[in-house]
């Protein structure tokens, strides 16, 4: 793939209707190019404010995109253009604000970088500069990242793989017909609860749903930091409720989401919020998957049981599974079967019927797409084994759900 055609034809598609800049900088840091006529200022303020080296440590460690902020509520995406695991090049977009910001605003948050001088001539040009950055949400920049890892990657990636994950800042003050409807939001909210309450360790797409479709908790403030820190408070405490419905005792549940908020509260800057969400998210399933793991199961057939759960959008065999533990077939489905009293083709349908209520409860995927998504293969096999598993058909089951959902 030609890398650069296609960052020449990127940039021309994210400066339609905004103007967002692009940056490229070597593997030492040192800036290549840029398409900003400000270049001198934010650059070195995106270095000044520690973001640069964060890019870079990103960068060398992980070939996933990172999403970066400041105290401002300046934001940036970085994507990498690596050989294997060796950094060649990285490609930033921004900055830009989540919201309008107030020179008042702009002043408090350069104040809180108090290990720092900033010139009064500095401080005036950049404010001027600040002025005339470009208001896009979270959800735009977001996209554009996963674009622009395409670009140099030929890769496709989800919104959760991007380093931020659930530290949305939240405006609160878009206009009513920006926001998604609250049935919506509603909706992938239930369906990311339902994934902890099951300890179910295949979430991923589930939460990038969820990150796709809401800005998180409406409240109003225009301290950024202040924002983040109380959506991922508010989302903190509800997994940590849908962790003890889970199975998780009250105890582990409320000490660990205890340790996550003080540790959210103690945060200096957005940068330090960006990996909490997904963490914390990560660390509950965990130890609801851990303690809904059946201690009857020899370790052999909980990995395949895991496997399974994973991997339910794949055809999957007997032989397969027999591979991943080093049995044979006969041996593995004897077993499996024995402990767990289902075999291998029974488990596998009552965990995509499992998954399949989680998502007729939790987005508007059709009957067919979720038939796809689950390989069941056509939707009137899907249709009739939800039955056999569930006593209804999907759409009933859907119907039903949504007759019991909050109105908006």
Not at 146 to 174: K, P, V, W
Not at 326 to 338: C, I
Not at 392 to 404: E, K, V
Request: aromatic residues 10%.
């Amino acid at each position: 793939m030609d890398i650069q055609q296609n960052i020449d034809l990127f940039q021309e598609l994210i400066r339609c209707g905004a103007e967002i800049f692009t940056w490229c900088y070597d593997a030492d840091g040192t800036l290549l190019s840029s398409n900003c006529p400000d270049e001198s200022i934010l650059a070195a303020a995106f270095s000044m404010f520690g973001l640069r080296e964060k890019m870079l440590a990103h960068g060398r460690a992980y070939h996933t995109p990172v999403y970066l902020g400041n105290s401002l509520g300046m934001h940036w995406c970085a994507a990498f253009e690596k050989d294997r695991d060796t950094l060649l090049r990285t490609w930033v977009i921004g900055p830009v604000f989540y919201q309008d910001i107030s020179a008042g605003n702009m002043e408090t948050g350069l104040k809180s970088y108090t290990n720092l001088e900033f010139s009064v001539s500095w401080t005036i040009r950049f404010y001027e500069v600040l002025k005339k950055l470009p208001v896009a949400p979270n959800v735009i920049l977001t996209r554009y990242a996963l674009m622009l890892h395409y670009c140099l990657t030929g890769e496709h990636l989800q919104a959760s793989d991007i380093n931020f994950q659930m530290t949305r800042e939240i405006s609160g003050l878009e206009p009513d017909d920006s926001r998604p409807d609250r049935q919506t939001v509603w909706m992938a909210e239930q369906g990311l609860l339902q994934m902890v309450r099951n300890g179910d360790i295949n979430y991923k797409q589930a939460l990038s749903r969820s990150i796709m479709v809401s800005n998180g908790v409406p409240l109003q403030s225009r301290d950024a930091l202040r924002q983040s820190k109380t959506s991922l408070t508010v989302f903190t405490s509800i997994v940590c409720r849908a962790a003890m419905e889970g199975g998780l005792s009250p105890e582990e549940a409320y000490s660990l989401g205890d340790s996550y908020i003080q540790t959210i509260e103690s945060a200096q800057s957005l940068g330090e919020l960006t990996p909490l969400g997904l963490i914390m998210y990560d660390d509950f399933i965990r130890r609801v998957h851990k303690c809904r793991t059946n201690p009857r199961l020899s370790p052999h057939i909980q990995k395949c049981c895991d496997y399974i759960e994973r991997n339910l959008e794949k055809k999957i065999q007997a032989k397969d599974l027999a591979a991943l533990v080093g049995y044979t077939e006969y041996y593995l489905t004897r077993k499996f079967k024995e402990e767990t009293k289902f075999s291998v083709n029974d488990y596998i349908k009552f965990a995509r019927a499992d998954r399949a209520k989680i998502l007729l409860r939790s987005t508007s995927l059709s009957i067919q797409e979720i038939s796809e998504q689950l390989g069941f293969g056509t939707r009137n096999y899907f249709s009739r084994i939800f039955q056999e598993i569930v006593g209804c058909t999907p759409g009933s089951f859907r119907a039903a759900w949504r007759g019991q959902a909050p109105k908006p």
